[in-house]
């Protein structure tokens, strides 16, 4: 039996756990509250209640009192989950102030996977084999990214923008998904800072958060890349850090403190918080709205909406864009359903990850919305893996668009 | 076990069939911190006709079968008792199969939960009236039925939810499949009554707690909901528990068919504060009892008679003072009924302080008896002092004893959650084996003392339907009866082996 270090400090959440089951089938419209859990609902008719928070706290229950060892069977199932949170809302809410549940005291799911996923990875049931793979490459020198791409590459998109500084109180953290993976993104937006009259420093010599690392469990990588970066956020004179990756995001502003156990000296922002003031005092130049106004539907992604609490600001922005009209799909802020990637679902599991995807590409269609936006490079580039394969008659009305790249097609 | 599981899984395909450990254990618990049985297989059947095919192959095997719904009971009546057998989770059968609009009987399959179906109805100005068991959210309709449940709302109206059952299709232990009601009859076009065509055999089907058949279809009366409600809610003065009870007999007599009526014991408006469930009642000056009502109606004018009537009845006659309207004020009938925190009215009983859950008993009582059995509690309470002295030692909060909110059912009748609030055996990195024993004896004995208050059951499980047995409470002709028809139904006794004690001889 292995010590179970880190799930004994979660003993108090998994024992207050009384097994109601509205993790899995919680259905209360006059909340808005329709289903909770991403993996139990794309598992279907198989959904079997391993595949959502009630049967793995039970099983939990069950490792805590020795009846059953840790294993690689047990990481095969949790790590079938988008750690998107959505169980512990659930778990938590009244939907009124008044009216407390003290088990939302002490009870954070995230916290509870966290653990076991710790634990499993220092028992050598985990990483499992797709995720080995991405921690290997960001502990690779010559990569520094999980997507086991050459160093340097990461940096590519910047040639284009000579303006970019070395150093600054404002410094520009790109993370590894955009820059490999949608670089037309991060060109729009420094089209974005450039035509709103805005200066920033980028380092080339950024590695991987760490994001992915502290998402499986495998917390002894992180800890090498967050030391390297926040030396390096110091010495570049940074008092501001932006990012446009929800996962990034998170894993500065709240991974790195607490792995420090100290606050950071700079502030972190999402690129939806620069937007939102660069909006604010009118410093985007758009072109004047012409025809009928585009609806467009925002999903929350849940390293923003659920892990940071960040709901109103994305919204702010995209309301000021002009010739929009921004509607909500059934299910949004807290209650929102995930893209399907997070937790590392989308690397070891695929397949689960763009079934998820294509669920939620369906909701934003029955919202009569045009567009669907987001501002996280994971939640988009999965729902383009799922807008591949969903029905022609679905593609047809709407289209999945980066908040970053919408702005950029509405300058002057 | 291989060659069996060979065989079912040749019923359902192998995508709807485990015997992993970890599933396994995944179905092995209920609500309470107590029990736990680990079946050998879990199977998440289609239809009857699978069920059916999967109880022959349990009657030729002789392995035990446990229906599980939403999995919320709290006896220990949806995952096998002791180790092993077969958990049916009926949790894939979750679809409405037909809404009859005109004769407003909605049928659908017996895994589907309280809350979806009442979204579904919605939309057409329909819901259940009885809204399931507080559970609702996840319970499903089968497990309701399977125990006459109450608790999720509006069961002062309309009463237990088997009160609206039309009719039943049902898996017999033995493999046979019925419909009961008026789908007795083969020409029956629709289900459209319950009683007729001889005795009424969905009613015995009705709270049997999952030994008689596996119900797979169910054809429910539903109900125009009306468009006006009013909630109040009041503090009760001095000897609220008397009080409240008057109330509750005063608004029968009236016969005024209040929505829902339910009283919060001083001891649970005084917990709730000093713990922070209640934020709302921080401000009140005496923490004593609370009663709330909800009222609907179909007019404006009809709502406005019925508040009179009512405001009459419990503040001018029973002297209690009113709060405010909103939430904020205290109104938790709002909360209840707007917002359908119905469904979640008792979550926030348990886990009040880290693990601390419900050993519970869920029983029907009469309305001008329960402040009896509400000091019989407090007493009872005292008198297992050194008991839960041993719980304090160790977590340093002593278990809680006391009742829920108490409901008006139909009839004179309110329902009672009762029962005590303990520890598991591992707390803090520690098993406690202590735990178990003192907490299953605790139980026991408190099941006891309401069996012999004479409360009837509706939620048994295992733990009330065996204490029923064990303290010999039922009348012996009864008892007899009912294993005589246990034993004609299911002569190797597959289903929910171990209720009642049918397996002992």
């Known amino acids: 039996m292995t010590e179970l270090k880190n799930l004994k400090e979660e003993w108090k959440a998994i024992m207050s756990c009384m097994g109601c089951g509205d993790c899995g089938y919680s259905i209360r419209r006059a909340v808005g509250r329709y289903l909770t859990c991403p993996v139990k609902e794309s598992k279907g008719e198989e959904g079997f209640e391993i595949y959502f928070s009630r049967g793995r706290m039970n099983v939990l229950k069950s490792v805590l009192e020795g009846k059953l060892p840790l294993s690689r069977e047990l990481a095969e199932f949790v790590y079938q989950c988008t750690e998107c949170a959505n169980c512990t809302e659930v778990c938590h809410e009244t939907h009124n102030e008044n009216i407390i549940l003290n088990t939302s005291k002490w009870i954070d799911h995230y916290k509870v996977w966290d653990a076991l996923r710790k634990d499993l990875v220092e028992a050598g049931f985990a990483p499992l084999d797709r995720h080995k793979d991405l921690v290997d490459y960001m502990n690779n020198d010559a990569m520094k990214n999980p997507y086991g791409e050459d160093f340097a590459k990461k940096f590519e998109w910047a040639s284009?923008?000579?303006?970019?500084k070395e150093k600054g109180d404002l410094v520009f953290f790109a993370g590894c998904t955009m820059p490999l993976r949608q670089q037309d993104t991060l060109k729009n937006m420094m089209k974005i800072l450039i035509a709103s009259g805005m200066e920033m420093a980028l380092s080339k010599d950024e590695?991987?958060?760490g994001s992915i690392g502290a998402r499986i469990g495998e917390y002894k990588s992180v800890d090498e890349l967050m030391k390297h970066n926040l030396d390096l956020f110091k010495n570049m004179g940074a008092k501001t850090v932006f990012t446009a990756c929800a996962g990034c995001y998170r894993t500065l502003k709240k991974d790195y403190p607490e792995l420090l156990g100290?606050?950071?000296?700079?502030?972190?922002?999402h690129i939806t918080e620069v937007l939102v003031e660069l909006l604010n005092n009118n410093k985007i130049p758009f072109k004047p709205e012409e025809g009928e106004k585009l609806k467009v539907t925002y999903h929350d992604p849940c390293h923003l909406g659920r892990h940071m609490d960040l709901y109103e600001i994305p919204r702010e922005v995209i309301a000021k864009i002009p010739g929009v009209e921004l509607i909500e799909m059934k299910r949004n802020r807290k209650h929102a359903w995930c893209c399907g990637a997070g937790g590392g679902v989308k690397s070891q599991f695929p397949d689960l990850s763009k079934d998820i995807s294509k669920e939620r590409i369906r909701e934003a269609v029955e919202s009569g919305a045009d567009i669907l936006t987001t501002s996280c490079p994971f939640c988009i580039g999965n729902f383009r893996d799922g807008y591949e394969e969903i029905e022609p008659e679905i593609k047809e009305k709407i289209q999945v668009i980066d908040v970053i790249d919408f702005i950029a097609s509405k300058l002057k | 076990m291989t060659e069996i599981y060979k065989k079912l899984e040749n019923i359902v395909t192998k995508k709807f069939i485990s015997n992993s450990l970890i599933v396994r254990h995944a179905y092995s618990r209920v609500v309470d911190p107590l029990l736990q049985g680990i079946p050998d297989i879990v199977i998440r059947p289609k239809d009857a006709k699978e069920i059916s095919e999967i109880l022959k192959v349990a009657n030729e095997e002789n392995i035990p079968v446990v229906p599980r719904g939403g999995g919320d009971d709290e006896f220990g009546g949806s995952k096998p008792i002791g180790d092993g057998g077969i958990v049916l989770d009926m949790k894939r059968m979750n679809n409405v199969i037909n809404l009859d609009e005109d004769n407003m009987v909605v049928t659908v399959e017996s895994g589907i939960s309280w809350g979806k179906l009442n979204e579904y109805l919605c939309h057409f100005d329909l819901y259940t009236g009885c809204m399931g068991p507080g559970s609702g959210m996840t319970a499903s309709i089968g497990g309701g039925i399977?125990?006459?449940?109450?608790?999720?709302?509006?069961?002062?109206?309309?009463?237990?939810?088997?009160?609206?059952?039309?009719?039943?299709e049902v898996v017999l232990p033995n493999g046979d499949i019925i419909e009961t009601g008026s789908q007795a009859n083969k020409f029956s076009q629709t289900p459209?009554?319950?009683?007729?065509?001889g005795?009424?055999?969905?009613?015995?089907?009705?709270?049997?707690?999952?030994?008689l058949g596996v119900k797979t279809k169910i054809s429910l009366q539903v109900f125009p909901r009306p468009p006006y409600a009013a909630y109040k809610t009041f503090i009760l003065p001095r000897k609220d528990r008397e009080v409240s009870s008057q109330i509750m007999l005063d608004v029968r007599r009236k016969g005024i068919d209040i929505y829902d009526l339910m009283y919060i014991m001083d001891v649970i408006v005084r917990l709730g504060t000093e713990f922070g469930l209640m934020p709302m009642w921080e401000q009140l000056k005496r923490k004593r009892g609370i009663i709330f009502y909800t009222i609907e109606a179909n007019s404006e004018a009809e709502l406005e008679e019925k508040v009179k009537q009512l405001d009459e009845i419990i503040v001018n006659n029973n002297k209690c003072e009113p709060l405010g309207p909103e939430i904020s004020d205290g109104n938790i009938a709002k909360w209840h009924y707007a917002e359908q925190g119905h469904w979640q009215f008792y979550h926030n009983l348990w886990g009040v302080v880290p693990a601390l859950e419900p050993l519970s008993c869920e029983c029907f009582v009469p309305a001008n008896i329960y402040p009896k059995y509400l000091y019989e509690i407090d007493q009872w309470d005292m008198a297992h002092s050194e008991d839960m002295s041993k719980f304090t030692k160790i977590t340093g909060q002593r278990p809680i004893s006391s009742s829920g909110p108490i409901f008006l059912i139909d009839g004179n009748n309110v329902e009672l959650t009762c029962g005590f609030a303990s520890f598991p055996s591992y707390y803090n990195g520690e098993i406690h084996e202590e735990f178990d024993e003192i907490n299953l004896r605790l139980w026991k004995s408190y099941l006891e003392m309401v069996t012999k208050w004479g409360a009837q059951w509706y939620m048994m499980g295992q733990m009330a339907s065996q204490i029923m047995v064990e303290i010999e409470a039922y009348l012996p002709d009864y008892y007899k009866t009912l294993k005589a028809i246990k034993k004609t139904l299911d002569p190797n006794y597959i289903l929910s082996r171990g209720k009642f004690n049918f397996w002992e001889d």
Do not use: M
């Open chain 2, 199 to 211: 005795p009424d055999l969905a009613g015995l089907f009705c709270g049997d707690n999952g030994i």
């Open chain 1, 262 to 269: 100290e606050e950071l000296p700079f502030e972190v922002k």
């Open chain 1, 207 to 209: 590695w991987c958060c």
């Open chain 2, 192 to 197: 459209f009554n319950r009683f007729g065509n």
């Open chain 2, 146 to 168: 399977s125990h006459q449940s109450v608790g999720g709302g509006g069961c002062a109206k309309y009463g237990s939810c088997t009160n609206q059952l039309v009719s039943l």
């Open chain 1, 160 to 164: 284009d923008f000579s303006n970019i």
